[in-house]
């Protein structure tokens, strides 16, 4: 994989409440290398958005605080930054698509007036200029007849079209780490795909590497070369898309690859996993799984297990992963 453009180590992120911290990122570790896309995949409140905006320096500071770890970008830890340095990092080397493009876009701006603000503030173009960079920005978006909407508002787009500025605005400064969380939430199926393509064809054009936050299994599988399973702020699984798919090693991701549909054995019901995921606030002792889990014993619920190697550059936290694989 080489060496990694981005490292994560232990992140841990709390919120404060009235019941005192809970913990959504609990000792959270991965790497992204150059040129990869990595997948955080997981239900939600898994800490898999938390995560990215630890990342990204935008915590909402209070109530939440990164309480140890370390995000390393470059070498450079981004762990307590001043703001003004980070500011200059967003856009310019690291870039997040919000799951929201509407509430993520000012509304009383227009989108071109937007895109071409990252041209005019991070490459100090005049306004010209930054208008022709942004126009150029929407047309690489293929955003059809970029001059003409340029002064449009983001309510006058269609939900596909606006996650398509949102997109154009990321990459307008070719960043090298670009985050996307639930990019294709609430569209349909077909813009679904466009968007996904995109996202792909403008990675191999920028060379950037993808965070992917999803819980659709199914785009994960076609897009990423790495998939990390998050359950209660925590790693339950780690390795390449090829080995967590075909050989995972945990009772979690087994969960939720059986609950996917398939072609091959159409009707009945599908297998579900039972009960929630737990609150943050109330996470069971041990390993945190464990009440939904059909292999839990008392092992389970008395202590955490630690992430440990199954295969080469494939991990599992689970106290019986072996014969989890071994049920192939």
Known sequence: MGSPLLEVKDLRVSFATREGRVEAVNGLSFAVAPGRTMALLGESGSGKSVAAQ????????????????SIRFEGQELVGLPEKQYRSLRGEK????????????????????????????????????????ALEAMAEVRIPAAAA??????????????QRIIIAMMIALSPKV??????????????????????????????????????????????????TVMYAGRAMEQGTVADVYRRSANPYTRG???????????????????????SPSST????????RCALAQQRCSDSAPALVAVAPEHLSRCWFAEEVLSGD
């Open 54 to 69: 630890a990342i990204m320096g935008v915590l909402d500071t209070p109530p939440a605080r990164i309480t140890a770890g």
């Open 94 to 133: 690291l870039a997040m698509i919000f799951q929201d493009a509407l509430s993520a876009l000012n509304p009383v701006l227009s989108v071109g007036t937007q895109i071409a603000e990252m041209f005019r503030v991070h490459r100090d173009l005049g306004r010209k200029q930054a208008r022709a960079a």
């Open 149 to 162: 909407r340029f002064d449009d508002f983001p309510h006058q787009f269609s939900g596909g079209m606006r």
């Open 178 to 227: 670009l985050i996307a969380d639930e990019p294709t939430t609430a569209l349909d199926v077909t813009v679904q795909a466009q968007i996904m393509e995109l996202l792909a064809r403008l990675q191999r054009e920028l060379g950037t590497s993808l965070i992917l936050i999803s819980h659709d299994l199914g785009v994960v599988a076609d897009v990423a070369d790495d998939v």
């Open 256 to 278: 939720l690859l059986e609950s996917v549909p398939s072609l091959q054995a159409p009707g009945g019901r599908l297998p579900v996993i039972p009960g929630r995921p737990p």
């Open 284 to 291: 069971p002792t041990g390993c945190a799984f464990h009440p």
